[in-house]
């Protein structure tokens, strides 16, 4: 069993430093009775020796074991409803003793290979930063207003906990001290620029909250949460170079195999598209400008430092496809998409009812996009599922 089996009555918002995992098992709201039922039923069909561990992932307050758990829960029940048995952790017959995550059978008895992975811009290292600055959110929010929403803006993260009776006195101290209606007359046209600022800074780490005045008829009752917006700030980010690097790793840890191999991606990332996709498989675009002659324009190229095409060629061709999705976990099943990239080089390669999904192959020099089911329509995922509109 993976939640509580008892009453609920709570239904208040998820707190920012609460684990995915505690605010479903707490929550009484709908969408939550829907996906703690969504993720049972499928946990009844996964294999029963294997159900142990990953319960206990599901249930980790660390959001990435979480991800990762019912991850790989909702990609076995994808794989049994496009008709497949599942074998999990399967002997590979070579000299590894690693295992992937699952052998999958058709009814014609076709069988390969399913390696489910997490794929993150945020390392290891960031998620203890991540998690204080979470609390740092959550311990404004307890303070009481009436009058005014926070704007946060800050850039990396906190190197150790703040003091949260710190920061709560300075800006509560703060708000008391402002005027509602002087505030009002500051903001024009949304710029924010001209509003109070208070400035906190712990250890080099500096936030600035800004004030935003409520709007005059709901000043009778106070805010549930006084963080009204966030502002990370700018940060580099390569998503691409993220994805490539977590395949290239996961490449490399089965060795030579007798089966295609199927690795299967959810990327938690800021964004990602087409291009990023494709750089990380085949290597990053380049333009090529020719020097001699000002008049010709420039070329697309691909650089030599993709999964399966790098400085020496072609490489990884025990890797069959790629199966990609962006940011799934159980509040986004129903809406998120994920695609199959075939590998035109690979040993063993695929075939069956996988091709159902969304693919892209190469098709005479260029990738060609094919049309398939979407997951949600696999799964078959209920008509009030969060995101799946009725």
Not at 158 to 181: F, H, I, M, T, V
Not at 274 to 287: K, N, P, T, V, W
Not at 311 to 328: E, H
């Amino acid at each position: 069993m993976i939640f509580q089996d008892s009453q609920r009555t709570d239904n208040r918002d998820k707190q920012y430093s609460e684990s995915d995992f505690e605010y479903l098992n707490r929550s009484d709201r709908d969408e939550s009775e829907c996906i703690r039922r969504t993720l049972s039923s499928w946990l009844e069909r996964y294999p029963e020796h294997e159900k142990p561990d990953l319960v206990s992932r599901i249930k980790s307050k660390d959001n990435y074991q979480h991800y990762s758990a019912t991850f790989e829960l909702y990609l076995h029940e994808l794989l049994k409803k496009l008709g497949y048995e599942i074998e999990a952790h399967p002997e590979t017959k070579n000299s590894k003793t690693t295992r992937p995550d699952f052998l999958v059978t058709d009814p014609e008895s076709f069988s390969f290979y399913v390696e489910a992975v997490q794929s993150s811009d945020i390392k290891k290292h960031e998620r203890s930063g991540e998690n204080r600055l979470n609390v740092v959110f959550d311990s404004v929010n307890k303070i009481i207003s009436h009058d005014f929403f926070l704007k946060i803006d800050y850039e990396g993260l906190p190197p150790s906990p703040p003091s949260g009776k710190k920061l709560r006195s300075g800006l509560e101290a703060w708000l008391n001290s402002l005027d509602y209606n002087e505030v009002c007359s500051e903001l024009k046209d949304d710029d924010y620029s001209k509003l109070p600022q208070y400035t906190f800074i712990h250890k080099g780490w500096k936030a600035v909250f800004t004030v935003i005045p409520r709007s005059e008829e709901n000043r009778g009752t106070p805010l549930d949460n006084v963080v009204g917006m966030l502002s990370p700030g700018a940060r580099w980010l390569s998503t691409w170079e993220t994805i490539r690097d977590t395949l290239t790793a996961k490449g490399k840890h089965y060795g030579e195999l007798n089966l295609p191999l199927l690795i299967a991606v959810n990327a938690n990332v800021f964004h990602l598209d087409r291009i990023s996709i494709m750089e990380a498989l085949f290597g990053q675009e380049q333009f090529i400008f020719n020097r001699v002659s000002n008049t010709d324009g420039p070329k697309m190229r691909r650089s030599p430092n993709g999964l399966w095409y790098g400085p020496k060629g072609i490489r990884y061709k025990r890797i069959s496809g790629i199966l990609i999705g962006f940011d799934i976990k159980p509040w986004t099943f129903g809406v998120r998409e994920m695609t199959l990239y075939i590998n035109p080089w690979a040993y063993n390669t695929l075939k069956g009812s996988i091709f159902s999904m969304p693919f892209a192959e190469s098709h005479e020099g260029k990738m060609k996009w094919n049309k398939g089911t979407h997951p949600k329509e696999i799964l078959q995922l209920e008509s009030r599922y969060p995101g799946i509109e009725n």
